[in-house]
């Protein structure tokens, strides 16, 4: 994986200027630190850091290719899972290849295809090819939004990079936030609206879309989408072809030539990752499959389960690490190195966002680097499965909004006088109603399969997005590549369409993929109760915010405080977050964890110099 930037402008003469696109790729260093690169034009400047995964000599980027008389030039972060086969189509046409790395792919395959190459490829990406000739910028994220790609489009320029911390290394661009940045921060952070980077002037490219910049302006079209389409196959052929699926999503993104581990929870997802990969190392002869779990110094003696988290992990982990004899690494967090790094994963994210749920993956994959380089991970099952909640239950399924998120009245209390009428409840459900309207259906189905796609598309497009967000960055920022083979589009295509009653087999939250997985993972794996990512519930952590909050409220030139009703703010930190009465998001943020959004939210403004307009 790498980090790209780049700054376009098709009437001026930017060579000159080089320097500026240098500081934007140098400030992506943690996504690339093995190399740098730089392509220099009259009208285009790129850059790029990178992390060798594969083909150390042959994948350097920036990377140019002549046809005729074109010239093309890609900066890419990514990996596609499907390079064997689409270099084998590309030879046939007539090409030659002087390297077997994927960017070399993937600039080939634009050659000859042009846009249409989004259609030939599976993978994680965000990249942009630059035509010298015909002065177009190509930009494309990938179907799910693994990869991030930000950019900035002022007058004749376009400014681009895969974190906004380097395009606020641009001169021209201000770390402003208007209304609608505050709407999005306090209405449904720390998710975004998609397309949405929260500053005035920076906006994301959605997933599976791709964007043209030439001397017409700017572009965007969505390339790949969700398709309704009635699911003809029984229950047998359906749980094979999903078993097919994964096992072959897994195994396709095992390819390196970097040390490869998996994140293990002992939890459905990341227990099968583990499994099949660890029966592919044996098959090719690799040595054992590292794994690695997360956990909270004295954590077991405070755990308390819950509907959400009704056993810790510790059992779950040691089970299928004697299942399957991987290298085990257990990382255990500090409670107060925890709520120290709430402002590295800050400058990580350059947004407040999951709080120590971030902070805590930070820490993790810190501890991951020392030993490898790119790691599975199993985020998206819940999302693409039915794993959460508010999938069986009743009041989640019915509820008129995002059912992560339910808590905008108990939000809006929080806000500074000056802020109260800012149209917050208005805002949240114009971003819900906008998302429902888009749902691709089935004429004539049910109300409660109409309603089931609508919450799938909405975990899909929302939020599945956070946290592959969190993922990328936390990872990122420690030089760690982590894939997340059920984001296949594949998966993801056949799964929207299996009606309700067979992705929750048995009644059974992800039943479906349980019943797919049998004969993989052992019977007592595959039945455990659905647990989220793992938190602390040490009180030495919620002690700690508490302290770090106070300080804040207490100092007049803390920036927050022209955001919050500051008493509000203080019956929430003197209550441990328990007079907040509902969760922030999703089902992790409560109590002290909406003190660390807090806290993360001053970080923001105070190391970005926010200016609110």
């Keep these: 994986m790498c980090g790209i930037t780049g700054w376009i402008d098709n009437k001026t003469d930017i060579r000159d200027r080089v320097d500026i696109v240098e500081n934007m790729a140098d400030s992506l260093n943690n996504r ?6 730089l392509y220099r034009s009259k009208n285009a400047l790129l850059g790029h850091r990178r992390l060798t995964i594969v083909d150390p000599e042959g994948g350097i980027q920036p990377m140019t290719r002549k046809i005729e008389d074109k010239e093309y030039t890609i900066v890419y972060n990514g990996e596609l899972y499907n390079t064997d086969e689409v270099r084998n189509e590309l030879k046939e046409k007539g090409h030659k290849f002087r390297s077997y790395s994927d960017t070399e792919v993937l600039l ?16 994680i990406f965000a990249f942009c090819i ?6 177009k910028a190509f930009l494309a994220r990938d179907p799910l939004g693994v990869k991030p790609l930000f950019y900035v489009c002022k007058g004749d320029s376009l400014i681009f990079a895969s974190e906004i911390k380097a395009i606020l290394k641009h001169p021209s661009v201000r770390p402003i936030v208007d ?4 709407l999005e921060m306090f209405g449904l952070g720390p998710a975004r609206s998609l397309g949405n980077g929260v500053f005035k002037e920076i906006k994301e490219i959605p997933p599976a879309h791709r964007l043209v910049f030439d001397y017409r302006g700017i572009q965007i079209r969505k390339y790949w989408d969700l398709e309704a389409k009635p699911h003809l196959d029984d229950l047998d052929t359906t749980t094979e072809h999903i078993r097919e699926l994964v096992v072959d999503a897994i195994e396709r993104q095992l390819v390196s030539d970097v040390p490869v581990c998996t994140f293990l929870s002992g939890g459905l997802d990341s227990s099968a990752i583990s499994v099949v990969a660890s029966e592919a190392f044996k098959r090719r002869g690799k040595e054992n499959l590292n794994t690695f779990s997360i956990d909270y110094e004295d954590n077991d003696k405070y755990f308390i389960a819950s509907e959400f988290q009704p056993d810790s992990d510790k059992y779950w982990v040691k089970r299928v690490v004697d299942y399957i004899g991987s290298t085990h690494h257990n990382i255990n967090i500090n409670n107060i190195e925890l709520a120290e790094s709430l402002e590295r994963a800050v400058l990580a ?8 749920i971030d902070s805590s993956l930070y820490l993790f994959c810190k501890e991951v680097r020392k030993r490898a380089t790119v790691a599975l991970s199993g985020e998206c099952a819940d999302e693409i499965f039915g794993g959460y909640p508010w999938y069986t239950r009743e009041e989640d399924i019915n509820a008129n909004t995002f059912p992560w ?3 905008v009245n108990e939000r809006k209390k929080i806000l500074a006088k000056d802020l109260k009428d800012i149209p917050l409840k208005e805002y949240v459900e114009s971003k819900y109603q906008e998302t429902i309207k ?3 259906k089935l004429k004539g189905e049910s109300a409660e399969d109409k309603r089931m796609r609508e919450l799938f598309y909405l975990n899909i497009k929302w939020f599945m997005v956070t946290l592959l967000n969190r993922k990328d960055r936390m990872s990122m920022s420690n030089s760690l590549e982590v894939r997340v083979p059920y984001a296949d589009y594949r998966i993801v295509e056949y799964a929207y369409n299996i009606p309700r009653q067979l992705k929750l087999y048995g009644g059974r939250e992800k039943g479906l993929l349980r019943r797919a997985l049998k004969g993989i993972l052992p019977e007592d794996v595959i039945n455990r109760k659905k647990s989220p990512y793992p938190k602390t519930h040490h009180p030495q952590y919620t002690k700690e915010v508490q302290t770090k909050m ?22 929430i930190v003197d209550t441990g977050g328990r007079a907040f009465k509902k969760p922030w998001f999703g089902q992790l943020m409560t109590g002290p964890q909406l003190i660390a959004y807090l806290i993360q939210l001053d970080i923001w403004m105070k190391e970005y110099k926010v200016v609110i307009e």
């Excluded at 690339?32 to 690169?37: A, N, T």
């Excluded at 994210?349 to 120590?356: F, H, I, S, T």
């Excluded at 300080?551 to 703010?569: A, G, M, T």
């Design 179 to 182: 209304q609608t940045g505050l």
């Design 130 to 135: 630059w035509d010298e000739k015909d002065k």
């Design 438 to 440: 888009s749902v691709p």
């Design 349 to 356: 994210r350059d947004l407040p966002g999951m709080a120590d």
């Design 108 to 123: 080939i395959s634009y050659i000859e295809w042009g846009e249409e190459c989004l259609n030939k490829i599976n993978g």
């Design 32 to 37: 690339g630190p093995d190399s740098s690169g």
């Design 405 to 407: 998120s339910k808590s």
């Design 550 to 571: 106070k300080k804040i409220l207490e100092d007049k030139k803390s920036p927050i405080l022209q955001l919050i009703d500051r008493n509000e703010v203080m019956n």
